[in-house]
């Protein structure tokens, strides 16, 4: 059979509303023009994000019965553990409320002020976390990774010679650990091949350095993995997915992602001194060990998802269902970022509002303009997020590439939910040039998408 159908029916429903051209007008005018402002109830189809947004499965909502919220040594907790512990093979697993948690006391264990943390593309919260402690987070891209048209089939991949050259220039004292990103989220959800984390791995074997992973989406890269790279066709998901743990001292996630988590995340090292370290902040800020900011419930359902999250039928349909909302897009000339990604399909801001400066934020301003047309919301992943004004006054230091980004939720949006969103998207295309630019009015210095507000630029 050539379809491919969603491997799951649906036995609980959650109505969505229309709303009017005119009234989403007013309430994006209201929200500072900022999709994240807005109410969730005035969003027709949400793809802000795919992060904590999915559906649980009955398997899920099974375990949540069962939870033992326990304070400590809950029956979830060792259920938590055995699963997590199963697929990434570190020694120590401990639970966070989220991925930033994660981030946060990785950080605060490992990292100290002037260090340098080098990774294929960090994440905002990851980068965030890094820049607290006073370090420098340093993306080591592919050079393919700056051309949207570019087919590279693990583009997330890290540039290994920049890797090496980095820990030459700034030593091996200032190197707290490499992270890698699986797959690259800020990188368009561009996978990581096995032989880049195995070269990553010698690179820090020569050195003596701890190779982690920002696992958030490691079941789609292990997936990719089976699809593109040679010798990796007959082996089960999860086979492969041992392999890329196999490589790493640790691991982060959030577990919003590929545990099918309405909430969660983890730390997992092999290093019985970082993982005191951390087990001490956790019950500082966090909770006890066995429980980490989460309830038992959480954990419970954590444990199932994270080993449905490599069944091979869900993942052909997750990979393909992203891939169909990218051809029909390239099909009507939209311009995307290629090869499509796992979780999301990524416009290319810049092309398609070529009459908006980057001052005028044009992947912002399509998002904006994509919620007023159809009601869908969508997250740039561009200039806002990651353009930084200069130190010296003297405008602005704009990222490579302006994407808006529509994150596909798991298990959420059936087929013809997708071709709602492919239809509006190109009835937009069609009335690009009317696109409004848009500037910051209030701009916080960390991570200013979330809360800042804009208003119409000058054109
Ligand atoms: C790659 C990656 N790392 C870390 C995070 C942060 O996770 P959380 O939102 O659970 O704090 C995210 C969230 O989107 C992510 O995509």
């Given at each position: 059979m050539r379809t491919i159908i969603e491997p799951f029916r649906i036995k609980v429903v959650e109505p969505i509303r229309m709303t009017t051209r005119e009234e989403r007008r007013g309430l994006i005018a209201e929200a500072g023009f900022n999709p994240f402002r807005l109410k969730a109830e005035h969003v027709l189809i949400d793809l802000l994000t795919d992060s904590g947004t999915g559906?649980?499965?009955?398997?899920?909502?099974?375990?949540?019965?069962?939870?033992d919220e326990s304070y400590a040594g809950a029956r979830s907790f060792f259920q938590f553990e055995a699963a997590v512990r199963d697929v990434f093979g570190h020694r120590h697993?401990?639970?966070?409320?989220?991925?930033?948690?994660?981030?946060?006391?990785?950080c605060a264990a490992a990292v100290n002020d002037g260090d340098v943390v080098p990774g294929n593309t960090h994440f905002d919260t990851t980068r965030a976390n890094i820049e607290a402690v006073r370090a420098e987070a340093r993306d080591l891209k592919l050079p393919e990774a700056a051309d949207p048209e570019n087919e590279h089939p693990f583009k997330g991949n890290i540039d290994v010679e920049s890797l090496a050259a980095t820990i030459q220039q700034v030593g091996r004292d200032r190197v707290p650990f490499v992270?890698?990103?699986?797959?690259?989220?800020?990188?368009?959800?561009?996978?990581?091949?096995?032989?880049?984390?195995r070269a990553a791995r010698q690179v820090c074997d020569r050195w003596g350095i701890p190779l982690i992973l920002d696992c958030a989406r490691f079941a789609e890269n292990a997936y990719f993995i089976k699809l593109r790279e040679p010798g990796f066709g007959a082996k089960a998901p999860i086979e492969i997915a041992r392999e890329m743990f196999s490589y790493s001292d640790g691991a982060v996630m959030s577990m919003k992602k590929d545990a099918f988590g309405n909430i969660g995340g983890g730390i997992t090292v092999n290093s019985d001194e970082w993982?005191?370290?951390?087990?001490?902040?956790?019950?500082?800020?966090?909770?006890?060990?066995?429980?980490g900011g989460l309830a038992g419930r959480d954990l419970s359902a954590l444990a199932v998802g994270i080993r449905e999250i490599l069944d091979e039928d869900y993942l052909r349909y997750r990979i393909a269902s992203t891939a169909y909302v990218g051809s029909h897009l390239n099909a009507a000339g939209v311009p995307l970022l290629k090869p499509y990604g796992g979780?999301?399909?990524f416009l290319d801001g810049r092309r398609f509002c070529r009459h908006l400066r980057d001052e005028q934020l044009p992947g912002w301003s399509l998002s904006v303009a994509l919620y007023e047309q159809v009601g869908v919301r969508a997250c740039e992943i561009g200039n806002v997020m990651f353009g930084r004004p200069r130190a010296d006054g003297g405008g602005w230091d704009w990222p490579t590439l302006d994407l808006v980004r529509l994150a596909i939720p798991r298990r959420v949006y059936t087929q013809s939910h997708m071709d709602y969103v492919v239809?509006?998207?190109?009835?937009?295309?069609?009335?690009?040039?009317?696109?409004?630019g848009l500037r910051f009015v209030h701009r916080p210095a960390v991570l200013p998408h979330f809360t800042a507000t804009f208003a119409p630029a000058e054109p």
């Open positions: 559906a649980m499965s009955t398997a899920q909502w099974a375990g949540v019965m069962e939870g697993v401990i639970p966070t409320h989220q991925g930033r948690a994660s981030e946060r006391l990785l992270l890698i990103t699986v797959t690259n989220n800020s990188g368009g959800g561009q996978p990581v091949s096995m032989s880049n984390l993982a005191e370290r951390i087990r001490t902040h956790l019950i500082l800020t966090e909770g006890f060990p066995t429980y979780h999301a399909i239809e509006g998207i190109i009835e937009l295309f069609g009335q690009r040039e009317s696109i409004q």
